[in-house]
């Protein structure tokens, strides 16, 4: 999955970029509101980390113009104002998650698994496709109780797949939710993680679980 953090301490912004990416979250950073409003509506991001005090518009204003945008991405505000109205503010301009400052780190990647599981039908941490399962939680995937021992990037593609396995998905929406503003669409590294995450997924099952459609993109069902 692939979050936007706005964030302008730069320290805390470096430390929870690592945090995110070692829990296999693809990251754009960024410590401007201005650039925030535009990122957010130029790419398609599964959540919004968004701080309210920044250096330009503050959080609530970057908010503010994402939801009049039509943009309905997840929002998630940090703030070292604990105020119950600066809370309510936030969220009746359209946040759906509030954290104040100092926060655990495990308290934000619960929060951030919690928003991302209302994008799709599973309201606990464990994704199931026939044998496979996807801890999002602990950051672990099964087949037929296996564990796969997944790389950061593969399990962020399976879970991208598992989020979405009622549809076919293109190679776009797999670099736009998988990967993050680096990414080169000229290159074939999709494909090539595709067949490693192939490799490892199907290994000893009679049964093949990742699906190409030509000419479209890839799914994932337990159904020949």
């Known amino acids: 999955m692939r979050i936007l953090l706005v964030e302008d301490d730069r320290s805390?912004?470096?430390?929870?970029?690592?945090?995110?990416?070692?829990?296999n979250f693809a990251v754009d950073a960024t410590a401007s509101g201005k650039e925030a409003t535009f990122l957010a509506k130029t790419n398609d991001y599964d959540i919004v980390v968004l701080?309210?005090?920044?250096?330009?518009?503050?959080?609530?204003?970057?908010?503010?113009?994402?939801?009049?945008?039509?943009?309905?991405?997840?929002?998630?505000?940090?703030?070292?104002?604990?105020?119950?109205?600066?809370?309510?503010?936030?969220?009746?301009?359209?946040?759906?998650?509030?954290?104040?400052?100092?926060?655990?780190?495990?308290?934000?990647l619960a929060r951030v698994r919690a928003l991302a599981r209302?994008?799709?039908?599973?309201k606990t941490s464990v994704l199931k496709v026939g044998d496979l399962e996807l801890d999002t939680a602990a950051r672990?995937?099964?087949?037929?109780?296996?564990?796969?021992?997944?790389?950061?990037?593969e399990f962020g593609l399976l879970e991208y797949l598992m989020l979405n396995r009622?549809?076919?998905?293109?190679?776009?929406?797999?670099?736009?939710?998988?990967?993050?503003?680096?990414?080169?669409?000229?290159s074939n590294v999709i494909d090539?993680?595709?067949k490693l995450l192939r490799r490892?997924?199907?290994?000893?099952?009679?049964?093949?679980?990742?699906?190409?459609?030509r000419g479209i993109g890839y799914t994932i069902s337990e159904e020949e």
């Not at 805390?12 to 829990?23: A, C, D, H, I, M």
């Not at 490892?200 to 459609?213: C, H, N, Y």
């Open 192 to 194: 090539a993680f595709i």
């Open 51 to 108: 701080d309210i005090m920044l250096p330009d518009i503050d959080g609530y204003e970057v908010c503010r113009r994402l939801r009049e945008g039509g943009i309905k991405t997840p929002i998630m505000m940090l703030t070292a104002l604990d105020e119950v109205d600066s809370r309510i503010k936030g969220l009746d301009i359209g946040a759906d998650d509030y954290l104040p400052k100092p926060f655990h780190a495990g308290e934000l």
């Open 140 to 153: 672990k995937a099964f087949r037929g109780g296996r564990d796969l021992r997944l790389s950061a990037k």
């Open 12 to 23: 805390l912004q470096r430390t929870l970029v690592r945090l995110l990416k070692t829990q």
């Open 200 to 213: 490892k997924v199907d290994m000893g099952s009679s049964q093949k679980i990742i699906k190409t459609v």
């Open 118 to 122: 209302r994008l799709s039908d599973d």
């Open 166 to 186: 009622k549809r076919i998905v293109t190679r776009s929406e797999i670099s736009e939710h998988v990967w993050d503003l680096n990414f080169d669409p000229k």
